[in-house]
């Protein structure tokens, strides 16, 4: 089992910057994926990026250039460093651990961007 804990989200205007932290407790397997998904007000959850154990990553388009994902395998930890922030990055966060088949998912931070 894993749980997930994220924390750093918060309230930021057009261009500014923030980022998000993930805690895992448990296992984390070599295997796991891990990543951020967002959902805004009335839209579906979508994927942010993504990151192997083996430093793999992978982004949404609307973020390349913008956030970055990073992992710490020592700390059972993720993060997304979101820069360039504009008012439709607005949404809640979501950390989630992808096992083999199995999703696990945080509580969400939310990120609010002003205009």
């Known amino acids: 089992q894993v749980q997930l804990v994220e924390s750093g989200g918060g309230l930021v205007q057009a261009g500014g910057s923030l980022r998000l932290s993930c805690a895992a407790s448990g296992i984390i397997f070599s295997s796991d994926v891990m990543g951020w998904y967002r959902q805004a007000p009335g839209k579906q959850r979508e994927l942010v990026a993504t990151i192997t154990s083996a430093g793999s990553t992978n982004y949404a388009d609307s973020v390349k250039g913008r956030f970055t994902i990073s992992g710490d395998n020592a700390k059972n930890a993720v993060y997304l460093q979101m820069n360039s922030l504009k008012p439709e990055d607005t949404a809640v966060y979501y950390c989630?651990?992808?096992?083999?088949?199995?999703?696990?998912w945080g509580q969400g931070t939310q990120v609010t961007v002003s205009s």
């Open positions: 989630n651990v992808l096992r083999y088949s199995s999703n696990y």
